[in-house]
């Protein structure tokens, strides 16, 4: 088995809820993807960090700091493609889909996959796909309790050693389980030539 699949597997979430903004349960998706992280057979592998109230120089620092498998962005997304952090006055700082693209042209370093957990971010992960294996982006709004649940039960499937593709399918099924009808919503995006059935962020040793 290759080395880097016996290192702790990081995912950096990032949270940004600017003044001004509708008021997003991040804390509430942070506690819950713990706690089905924690409940999943190769938790111990599995590493949740949290950076809270982002701006977007943060992204640099603690995409060095961390250097993580796996990067987690909760909060707000526009339909100009962007994803809006803070700026030194709580106020919306908006990032464009370039900048995302650079960002992690720069910085992949370890990372494998993208989440963005925010509204109309589909176009965000297509674009993150040109430089990282695997992204999930939202096609369209999505509601607070939809974004907790699908989130939730993919890291606990990826802690269950599953694919991301596998643990995709799963996040699908369990808005399903729970009555949520928006399984639509959510889109896997993959790199040229790779196939996220075979991605495993989490291997069973």
Same mark, same amino acid.
């Given at each position: 088995m290759p080395k880097s699949a016996q290192e702790k597997v990081k995912v950096v979430f990032f949270a940004a809820n600017p003044e001004g903004t509708g008021k997003l349960a991040l804390d509430e998706e942070s506690r819950e993807i713990k706690a089905?992280?924690?409940a999943s057979d190769h938790s111990a592998s599995l590493?949740?960090?949290?950076?809270?109230?982002v701006r977007p120089d943060d992204l640099l620092q603690f995409l060095n700091?961390?250097?993580?498998?796996?990067?987690? #962005?909760?909060?707000h997304g526009s339909n100009a493609a962007e994803i809006i952090l803070l700026d030194r006055d709580r106020q919306p700082k908006p990032v464009s889909e370039q900048a995302l693209v650079s960002l992690f042209k720069a910085l992949k370093g370890k990372i494998r996959l993208v989440f963005l957990n925010a509204c109309f971010s589909e176009a965000q992960a297509k674009a993150i796909v040109q430089e990282i294996d695997c992204a999930v982006g939202m096609s369209r709004a999505v509601g607070d309790q939809a974004a907790i649940t699908f989130a939730a039960a993919f890291y606990r499937a990826l802690g269950f050693g599953k694919s991301v593709q596998n643990a #995709?399918?799963?996040?699908?099924?369990?808005?399903?389980?729970?009555?949520?009808?928006e399984e639509g919503t959510p889109r896997l995006l993959t790199k040229l030539g790779i196939d996220a059935d075979?991605?495993?962020?989490?291997?069973?040793?």
């Open positions: 089905k992280i924690r590493e949740l960090l949290t950076e809270w109230a700091q961390h250097e993580p498998t796996v990067v987690h #962005f909760s909060g #995709f399918e799963q996040a699908k099924v369990a808005l399903q389980l729970e009555g949520i009808p075979k991605v495993i962020l989490v291997n069973p040793r």
